[in-house]
């Protein structure tokens, strides 16, 4: 959520970050109204309690004939102390509501419009020319039924569409892809983390996924849990309620898990393969800094996400996302998409987030400075999803007999295999 000190202050620039989402710009009227009547009954609440005080120090001292009228004072100020304290607990539940709708503000340099409004702002690596090569590409698909790694028919026969099996060589990479990821983020100085992939209402909606991405979040009703989309969850939430000394930031952790989403608006979307799917396993890094660092520290995981890539030698592009597309929590996104050959485009590999306080005033995460205390930033970045992961490596590094090329920081977790070969012909 938002300070409520700058939402009074500059109220015109919470609207115009609301405008820039495509969110409800009302509600920022709704939720300064709301405040107002939350402060002001306030006050009517504490001078009452003060009367109230103050009669109860002068009843015992009065003469005979005033403490009837003392007393009668006394009871209508109970009656008015308690619909004052309704009327307060009443106006701070309808801020807090309505405050925990609106999303993050969003960072003035980014680019404002929708998905296709993104700018890009680096290319790397030399997309293949399959024609010159003498042959076209398959598709991912394709390429792990070949050598024996994806089954998606028995991954629809035991769980229904949008899941998968890997197989033999597919488990072999995606064990190598998670070690190698995990080597690189433990070599920048994150602590690996294997997190839990159920959390509780509080840890799900302190990170911001209830909002607009609730529709893709999986909830078990018996135990009131939620299966999360991503360990940012519970990385953001393994601080909640904390108060952090500054000595001890930045902190950086490298989260592995199990995460899943329901792709609820995506239906008829990358129903092909593995590239969108319902369960997936991925490397999440996740940063604790103070808020005049996280512009900087999410410099830094762009440049740990591009030399992850750089290292599986794929082309790939950064993109600043643009306002209607960052989702509630980030000021700011850079998305890094990977170049899929028979897609004939760059589709996401990662993303990296600042959240600046967003997340932590939901979560009561914060700082302690000397004598200040305040909340800390919170970031997020992608360093591994696998499946998507696996689509690239297969589709950019093929050749032409369907066997495919093992990236040098791979090689160590494959038993030094430098070519993936076929099982089928």
């Known amino acids: ?76 100020l109970k009656a008015d102390v308690k619909a004052a304290d309704a009327e307060r607990n009443a106006a701070d539940a309808e801020t807090q509501q309505l405050l925990l709708r609106l999303g993050n503000l969003v960072h003035p340099d980014v680019p ?19 024609g010159a090569e003498g042959f076209e590409p398959k598709d991912h698909l394709e390429l792990g039924q070949l050598l024996g790694a994806i089954d998606v028919e028995r991954g629809a026969k035991v769980s229904g569409s949008r899941f998968y099996f890997l197989t033999g060589v597919g488990a072999l990479l995606e064990l190598a892809l998670v070690n190698a990821a995990i080597a690189q983020a433990t070599e920048a100085g994150f602590t690996p983390m294997l997190t839990p992939a159920l959390v509780r209402p509080q840890s799900m909606a302190g990170t911001g996924f209830l909002g607009q991405a609730a529709q893709d979040v999986y909830h078990l009703d018996k135990d009131d849990l939620y299966l999360v989309g991503t ?32 792709e609820a608006g995506s239906h008829g979307k990358d129903t092909r393969g593995i590239f969108r799917v319902h369960q997936f396993d991925k490397v999440e890094m996740f940063s604790y800094v103070a808020p005049e660092d996280s512009q900087e520290e999410h410099k830094r995981l762009l440049e740990w996400e591009k030399q992850w890539l750089t290292s599986l030698e794929l082309p790939f592009r950064v993109i600043d996302v643009a306002s209607a597309d960052l989702g509630a929590s980030a000021s700011r996104k850079y998305d890094c998409e990977a170049w899929i050959p028979t897609q004939g485009k760059y589709r996401e590999l990662t993303s990296t987030s600042d959240c600046t306080e967003f997340q932590s005033r939901r979560l009561q995460i914060r700082v302690r400075d000397g004598k200040q205390i305040k909340p800390l930033a919170t970031l997020n970045g992608t360093l591994c999803a696998v499946p998507r992961t696996i689509v690239a490596i297969l589709e950019n590094h093929q050749q032409a007999d369907g066997s495919v090329y093992v990236p040098k920081v791979l090689r160590p977790y494959l038993g030094g295999r430098e070519v993936l070969e076929p099982v089928a012909k």
């Open 1 to 76: 959520m938002i300070d409520l000190r700058l939402l009074r202050e500059d109220p015109d620039r919470v609207r115009a970050s609301q405008r820039a989402r495509g969110e409800d710009v009302a509600l920022v009227d709704s939720l300064l109204s709301a405040d107002e009547r939350r402060r002001s009954s306030g006050v009517r609440f504490d001078e009452l309690r003060a009367e109230q005080r103050q009669l109860g120090k002068l009843i015992p001292k009065a003469a005979p004939d005033e403490k009837a009228e003392l007393l009668a004072r006394a009871e209508q």
């Open 112 to 130: 404002v419009g929708g998905e296709e409004d993104f700018v890009t702002l680096e290319t790397h690596g030399t997309i293949r020319d399959f």
């Open 231 to 262: 360990s940012e969850v519970p990385l953001a939430a393994y601080h909640m309620d904390e108060i952090i000394d500054a000595d001890r930031l930045p902190m950086r952790y490298a989260g592995f898990s199990p995460c899943f989403r329901r």
